[in-house]
């Protein structure tokens, strides 16, 4: 398998603009993290799917922020209106079954707002 | 909320040394914990697992334990080399979670 697949890898966008990141978790896989890298705050959860179904959003910071998984292989992370704050890298990650079982993680979107 | 904390925060041995990585946690209720590292700009890369119900898991010149009761795990690594630094983390994990500390920035000097 290629592992979890992230795009872009690079996003460089002006504030008040949206953008939408992209994962493809393993194949079969059935649990979808996205986490947010900061030097300030290190890695932080922003929200957690099983079985395509959001379980734990409590990370997300504001409404600025949604995330979808319309099916089994493919999940979006969308600001909009994005602002400097948000620059960070933005992982996603996929486990076989929930967090019982080992995490691997994606490459990153390193999001710059200017 | 799970408190994570990696000493120390940067490391830096000569190349051949054995070193070990500290990592201890607040909430002993985890239902495994899992090592990774990461090299500059890049994702992040599982070491090993070990379940809540383990003591300890190899894999190559890496070893971890893991005490779930006091809250502590090591990572192990035998014989160092410069293709070993990179940042190391650990991640306790709860029901929907992966808890992650800051990491200790190894770096193994030739």
């Known amino acids: 398998d290629a592992g979890v697949i992230q795009s872009p890898r690079h996003e460089v966008t002006e504030m008040g603009q949206e953008v939408t990141l992209r994962c493809k978790p393993i194949s079969g896989h059935n649990s979808l993290f996205w986490y947010r890298q900061t030097m300030m705050r290190g890695l932080e959860l922003l929200i957690y799917f099983n079985n395509n179904v959001p379980i734990d959003d409590s990370g997300m910071p504001e409404d600025r922020f949604s995330a979808k998984m319309p099916n089994a292989s493919f999940s979006t992370l969308k600001i909009q209106p994005s602002e400097p704050r948000d620059s960070a890298v933005y992982f996603c990650?996929?486990?076989?079954?929930?967090?019982?079982?080992?995490?691997?993680f994606g490459q990153g979107t390193r999001l710059t707002v200017v | 909320k799970q408190e994570v904390t990696q000493i120390p925060a940067a490391l830096s041995v000569p190349e051949g040394e054995n070193l070990v990585l500290n990592c201890s946690f607040t909430d002993s209720a985890i239902y495994n914990l899992q090592w990774f590292r990461q090299d500059p700009g890049k994702g992040l890369t599982s070491l090993l697992l070990i379940q809540s119900s383990q003591r300890e898991q190899t894999s190559g010149r890496l070893n971890a334990s893991l005490d779930k009761s006091s809250g502590r795990s090591t990572l192990y690594i035998a014989a160092s080399q410069p293709g070993d630094s990179a940042t190391y983390l650990c991640a306790p994990t709860g029901a929907n979670n992966l808890f992650f500390g800051t990491g200790t920035r190894l770096t193994v000097i030739p």
């Open positions: 990650a996929s486990s076989l079954y929930q967090t019982n079982t080992e995490a691997f």
